[in-house]
């Protein structure tokens, strides 16, 4: 679950005005024909994106927080570059450890490669659901970053290594988030406001216009 730490780290990110590459592709996508970009690296972080829109407070503080920016497919996918890849910074890292630590027993670099195999392998008590275990994957690996246990490229490395692994499971970003949401209520039975916004979220989160999920497909 997402902590106050990553929350504050969230709404302290600072869109910066860079170049990305992009490709943009019209027509023939799984996204109905609409035009889509293709940035595996962004798509590798937008498993987890999840928690960083709860982050920001919630879809709709996420969209206008966004949108301010420009709601071009340029425009978005610039401003998601900024606010999904890494967005837990380094300034921030012994909140990143306490948080690896209490949370999840991670007191250093071998107990969190541990962790994130016991994820990907689905062996924990909690691996109620393999989009759930994704999604968390990413998290830890940003937490990781941010807490100096992985370099830059590292972290973005073992997303890479994920991404196809979640393909293959899912087709497309509703039916990943449906299982994350089935997993999570699995995890956390008890009813709470968290808990319902995870569950509104799970469903809102690839709608609306201007929607990032919808120009970068899952497949």
Known sequence: MITKFATRSILSIAILCCISIFLIGCGGSSNGGAETIKDDELKSFMLGGIYFVQGYGGKKETDEYVAQYGTSPEELHKAYTEIFILPFKRDDGAGAKRTLENDWSVNGKEDLIK?????????????FTKSWDYARIVNVVCLGYCASHFTDAEAKQILRDLLPIAQKEYKTWNEYFADFATGRDKWDATPSADKTAFNTLSVTITQGDHNIYQLIPLN
């Open 115 to 127: 962790l994130i195999g016991d994820l990907k392998g689905h062996t924990l008590e909690s691996s």
